[in-house]
């Protein structure tokens, strides 16, 4: 079995907070501590420079980034930022579909864009260098769940050699 890495998960807070909450649940790996949607509301009305400072704080210790992909994942500034910081602290970092967990609210949800695409190292694109995984609709919880240790493992290890 391999050790329970830290990461920090990005995603879009209002759209996929169920879906992301599934995969702290699953136990898997030792994720950032979820923020109340109030807390969350308090920091935000505080100004971006207060959001910066969270983000910082809570990725400090992080060895990894799982950027969860639901539908409007990639065009928001926080994942944005998020994505970059990892990148340039040498994370590792890899991108999840979340469209296939149910939410209670809203069921399953279109697939998002891959957020990786608005990115170029190089003259490569950052989605050829990062791994997105597009766990199946008829068992995307237990493709996860089987498989997010080792994704974490490899992104970090990719992370190392860049």
Not at 48 to 69: F, G, H, Q, T
Not at 75 to 89: G, L, T
Not at 96 to 106: E, F, G, K, T, V
Request: proline share 6%; charged share 25%.
């Amino acid at each position: 079995m391999l050790p329970r890495e830290p990461v920090f998960y990005s995603f879009h807070f209002d759209n996929d907070v169920f879906r992301v909450q599934q995969i702290r649940n699953m136990g898997m790996i030792d994720g950032n501590e979820p923020v109340s949607p109030n807390d969350w509301e308090a920091i935000r009305r505080t100004g971006d420079p207060a959001i910066e400072s969270w983000i910082d704080d809570n990725m400090k210790y992080k060895r990894c980034v799982v950027v969860l992909i639901g539908s409007g994942t990639a065009n928001r500034k926080w994942v944005k930022y998020e994505i970059k910081k990892a990148w340039v602290e040498k994370r590792g970092l890899l991108g999840i579909y979340i469209h296939n967990l149910r939410c209670p609210r809203s069921g399953i949800c279109p697939k998002g864009a891959n957020p990786f695409d608005n990115w170029n190292v190089g003259n490569q694109s950052m989605s050829s260098l990062v791994q997105c995984y597009d766990p199946s609709g008829r068992d995307a919880y237990g493709e996860i769940s089987r498989n997010l240790q080792n994704w974490v493992s490899s992104a970090i290890g990719q992370a190392q050699n860049r």
